[in-house]
């Protein structure tokens, strides 16, 4: 294990993750009031994971020959445009761009992150480690919606864009300072992008992976851009409840230091589906909530899943990704197999958000966790 290198990545993960998501409740209602109805916000928001299913694997294979620093470095620069459209945003080509943006920088920087803290560590310990990075990434991610609801309702709607400007800005700064590795050629077979995918599916717990990236992923709409529209349209509430409700929804995330741990003594795979079958439970629970206080309580249980997933999902990955010299690789291939499912969604969401509501959105997304749960189990048996 390299202690300062993990170290190092943890501190930056934890530092990005705030930022990343100052603007998380108040994103969607934002992009709302500029004139967009539930249809087009959907098309919109679904160009985020699209851009996400293109260029993750490529992503993947660059940092795989010239190191992460300069691509972590690449995702920065992304990012700090992203909030720059979004500010200036008042027509859908430039939100669409800021989306479009967004969805590569954030994707970058993330998992390139979580990849080189992959790199730091060895297997019998991958579990506990990786758990407790993500434990204070993800301390990060629930501390950020409330700073950047209270900042909106206090001052404006658009401050936390402001905000995560200079906080960017300033993570990129270090990484410009920082001694980057020597150059390396880029081949032209980083971008085939099929071959890659192909690679990804050959394994077969990898394809396992897939089925339950894509049936999770799919319910990335409904959390991210019709949760903040429900509590403020159904309950008549503000931006700070909104943030609120995210705290409870990643509250177990503090944990996936322990959920790390069984991971390594329990085994990837059964903490992996009973993870996703909890998070299933969740969905449909959110849809039958008829007062905030019991939809705290549901997100605090659907959390519970989520956190089991996510980190045996990066760890069953990694452990294999190590195995075949392409961690990297696989980490990326895997985010754009699971985004087909956010890009997918998003197509319909708006339409299904349209005739039905809200509540029968996240009833869907349950149903379709569970099948695909139940499709998955196979391809975990040893």
């Known amino acids: 294990m390299h202690y300062r290198e993990y170290v190092r990545f943890t501190r930056i993960g934890v530092f ?20 967009f109805d539930d249809i087009q916000l959907s098309l919109i928001f679904s160009l985020f994971s699209l851009s996400i299913i293109i260029f993750s694997p490529m992503i993947g294979r660059v940092s795989d ?31 669409a761009a800021a989306r479009i943006l967004n969805a590569v920088g954030y994707i970058t920087v993330i998992l390139i992150v979580l990849t080189k803290i992959e790199d730091s560590l060895d297997g019998k310990t991958r579990g506990r480690y990786t758990g407790w990075s993500l434990s204070l990434e993800n301390a990060s991610k629930i501390i950020a919606p409330i700073i950047g609801g209270l900042i909106a309702d206090i ?33 032209r077979d980083i971008f085939n992008v099929i071959a890659e995918l192909r690679e990804f599916l050959s394994d077969r717990k990898l394809k396992g992976m897939a089925i339950l990236g894509i049936v999770c992923h799919a319910s990335v709409p409904a959390v991210n851009l019709f949760l903040p529209l429900l ?17 409870f929804l990643g509250f177990f995330n503090l944990f996936q230091f322990y959920f790390g741990r069984l991971c390594d003594t329990a085994g990837r795979s059964r903490v992996l589906l009973a993870g996703t079958l909890i998070y299933g439970i969740g969905l449909l629970l959110v849809s039958v909530s008829q007062s905030y206080p019991v939809l ?17 999902a990066w760890c ?25 499912g956010t890009f997918v969604s998003f197509l319909i969401s708006g339409f299904i958000v349209m005739l039905f509501g809200i509540e029968e959105l996240f009833f869907l997304n349950g149903l379709l966790v569970l099948v695909g749960t139940l499709l998955a189990v196979r391809f975990f048996r040893d």
């Not at 010239?66 to 027509?91: C, H, K, P, Q, T």
């Not at 705290?296 to 045996?312: D, E, R």
């Not at 990326?332 to 699971?338: L, P, R, V």
């Open 65 to 95: 020959m010239i190191g992460r620093r300069r691509v972590i470095l690449f995702g920065l620069i992304m990012e700090i445009l992203a909030m720059v459209f979004y500010i200036i945003g008042d027509f859908w080509v430039v939100i």
């Open 155 to 187: 001052l404006f709607v658009t401050a936390p864009f402001y905000l995560s400007i200079l906080l960017l800005t300033l993570l990129a700064v270090y990484f410009i300072r920082s001694k980057p590795r020597r150059r390396t050629r880029i081949r």
């Open 296 to 312: 705290l309580i549901v997100l605090l249980f659907n959390g519970i899943g989520g956190s089991m997933w996510n980190i045996s």
């Open 316 to 340: 069953l990955m990694s452990d294999i990704g190590e195995g075949m010299k392409k961690e990297g690789q696989i980490l990326m291939s895997y985010a754009s197999i699971a985004k087909t």
């Open 231 to 247: 509590i403020m349209e159904k309950f008549g509430l503000t931006y700070s409840f909104v943030g609120i409700a995210y705290f």
């Open 16 to 35: 990005f993750s705030f930022v990343a998501f100052l603007t998380t409740p108040v994103l969607s209602p934002y992009i709302k009031s500029l004139g």
